[in-house]
């Protein structure tokens, strides 16, 4: 079997003839960079073969440069014979926290609701008289029998690992403890089910959390139970981009051995290191976690609970369940009190899963008597379209392109991403703001909209996304990979190694992801006999909303062209609409309402999508007409 060592690190493992460099690097435990999931689509995993034979199964993102230096993309190269391969130093997987709101006690439900009388989970303190020769009622009989005085709470069931501690804390509590009971479940038609019995009155300590499940970030809301009340935040980077960035690359993962289960670990992992953040913070035990709402695409929902997801991208496109049923925290791994109960919240389809209807709920279109359209654009473009009597959805594939992946200087939106450009209409100079007023790293997701907007207008590049390089600026030029603008010269940058650009390439892959999400509404109007010029309103949820300039998004056809007073951003509807959930079973119940009530059209089988798309090809569309306030901003610059 080939020896395969490993530099700086210096591991030397054993493998089979045929490995790939990436899976030779997991067996010896070196992290390396997947976004794309291994399909050799990114570019990032590139390391140098220093000794030895290897055959390359693709080469597409290396220049001729880097091949005569020996890079290789460990995802698509094979051992042929023993190797030293080095490593050179990882992108890393979360450059900076990401940031946290810090007036969580601000975040109050949209919607009236009776958070006091009809909890899911509530605690009762009671002082129980202890056993006798006279009275030899069994424990849990006894526990009953007071819960029914004291409290009117006629029945009680209880599991067996509830029932093991029983005896012990009845009695190390001198006979007073708090119950903790989860008055009522959804899926089972049971009486109040013993979730804890704590010694002594803990009553005040009764918390829950409400966690949104992003393909790139994973948000986690601590809720105190006993008075609905948000009070600590804590969110981070989803642990399993290092497996794709993408929900596509992460279903393609999950088919290796052992992927899914892999896939399964680094969600939970992500979990339950934000929930141990907040509980240092607050001072609170995960113990003292007695239920769990989880709202996500239906992709990550089926991750986070080890479902196989490979038929969600295959047609005709099923998931194994739209609605799963509640499990309890010790089943998964979640580090929350063991017999707590994790409810993922529903989905409608393969693409548009419990993040949106979570959101259609938060945001309130489900309520509206107004024409509106949300949408959540991440790495996947979701949206629906109605009002109180109806809702249409749909989902397109966006990709990450406008989070900066696949993007040659692109990046996620942390400090150092160039997130607003400028470009002079007179010497095609750029200027940049970042995130923090640090020196330039790459081009966030808002950085990118604004780059493109600008070079379309300014004549840096054609409606086609066509690069002029016959402008009198150095800025222009012809790089490794094709025509290219420079936004910043490497000497500006934090780094000073290379450039920050935008290549005809990457132009190419965005403009293909906005045409995608215009396509989508345009679709979905269509599809119900409306005009784009007759939605009311749109509500835009997700992170990436609350950085969208609305001006620029406008300018190269991202969104439609309308007053920009119907554009209103919400931040993290997902995790808004979990907690909702989490608080209030009336919400609970018509989220799934909501999911039952709407319609699912599959794009990849409408002809009209793809009749959209085409047309919405162009900066910032075929039909400049449907786009007013472009036309006249572009005669305007253009008229002498």
């Not at 099923?318 to 979640?334: M, N």
């Not at 047309?615 to 036309?631: E, G, N, R, W």
Request: hydrophobic letters at 40%; proline letters at 6%; glycine letters at 8%.
């Amino acid at each position: 079997m080939p020896k395969v060592h490993i530099k700086p690190q210096d591991v030397t493992v054993e493998v089979e003839k045929e490995t790939t460099i990436a899976d030779a690097l997991e067996i010896a435990g070196v992290k390396i960079l997947l976004p794309c999931g291994g399909q050799g689509r990114c570019g990032r995993c590139k390391v140098v073969v220093e000794k030895g034979e290897v055959r390359h199964r693709s080469v597409a993102r290396l220049s001729p440069t880097e091949l005569k230096q020996g890079y290789a993309l460990a995802c698509q190269t094979l051992v042929e014979s023993d190797v030293v391969i080095f490593v050179p130093p990882q992108e890393e997987l979360i450059k900076h926290r990401l940031p946290t709101e810090k007036v969580a006690e601000r975040i109050a439900l949209p919607f009236p609701c009776d958070t006091v009388s009809n909890p899911y989970i509530k605690a009762f303190y009671l002082e129980i008289t202890p056993p006798s020769l006279a009275d030899n009622t069994t424990d849990f009989e006894r526990l009953k029998r007071e819960l029914s005085l004291q409290y009117h709470l006629p029945e009680l069931i209880a599991d067996l690992p509830v029932l093991k501690k029983l005896a012990r804390v009845l009695r190390e509590a001198e006979w007073k403890v708090t119950a903790v009971v989860e008055m009522h479940n959804w899926a089972r038609k049971e009486p109040p089910r013993l979730i804890d019995l704590k010694p002594g009155n803990t009553t005040g300590k009764l918390y829950g959390v409400a966690v949104d499940i992003g393909t790139t970030s994973v948000v986690v809301y601590l809720v105190d139970l006993n008075t609905a009340q948000v009070v600590d935040i804590a969110a981070e980077y989803n642990k399993q981009i290092s497996c794709g960035e993408d929900i596509i690359s992460r279903i393609v993962y999950a088919r290796k051995p052992g992927g899914l289960e892999h896939l399964q670990r680094l969600v939970v992992q992500t979990i339950n290191e934000l929930i141990a953040q907040i509980c240092h913070r607050q001072n609170i035990s995960p113990d003292e976690i007695y239920m769990m709402t989880a709202a996500g695409n239906t992709t990550m929902i089926h991750l986070f609970l080890g479902l196989w997801p490979e038929p969600i991208r295959l047609e005709p496109y099923i998931p194994t369940i739209r609605h799963p049923l509640p499990v309890k925290a010790s089943e998964i791994g979640v580090d929350i009190n063991p017999e707590a109960t994790v409810d993922c919240l529903p989905g409608v389809g393969s693409y548009v899963g419990a993040d949106i209807t979570a959101g259609v709920l938060s945001s309130g279109t489900f309520s509206t008597d107004k024409l509106t359209l949300f949408m959540d654009i991440g790495t996947n473009g979701e949206m629906v379209l109605g009002n109180f009597d109806w809702l249409i959805s749909c989902a397109c594939s966006a990709g990450p392109a406008f989070e900066g992946a696949g993007v040659e200087s692109g990046m996620r939106a942390t400090a150092g991403a160039i997130e607003e450009v400028w470009i002079s209409a007179k010497n095609y100079e750029a200027t940049w703001r970042t995130i923090g007023d640090l020196p330039p790293e790459g081009l966030c997701g808002s950085g990118i909209i604004s780059l493109l907007a600008e070079m379309f207008i300014t004549g840096v590049m054609d409606k086609s996304g066509r690069i002029n390089l016959s402008l009198p600026t150095k800025r222009v030029r012809v790089g490794p990979h094709g025509p290219e603008y420079v936004v910043a010269w490497k000497e500006e940058t934090r780094h000073k190694e290379k450039d920050i650009v935008i290549t005809e390439v990457d132009i190419s892959n965005l403009l293909r992801a906005k045409a995608a999400i215009y396509a989508g509404f345009r679709t979905l109007a269509r599809a119900v006999g409306v005009q784009i010029a007759d939605v009311e309103q749109v509500l835009i949820g997700g992170a990436f909303g609350k950085y969208i300039n609305v001006e620029k998004a406008i300018q190269i056809g991202l969104l439609p062209d309308m007053p920009w007073d119907r554009f209103k951003f919400l931040g993290n509807t997902s995790a808004l609409g979990a907690y909702m959930c989490l608080v209030c079973p009336d919400m609970r119940e018509k989220v799934v309402e909501i999911a039952e009530k709407m319609t699912y059209l599959e794009l990849s089988a409408d002809n009209t999508f793809t009749e959209e798309f085409t047309s919405a090809l162009f900066f910032p569309h075929t039909d400049l007409d449907a786009f007013p306030s472009v036309k006249k901003l572009l005669k305007s610059l253009r008229t002498p």
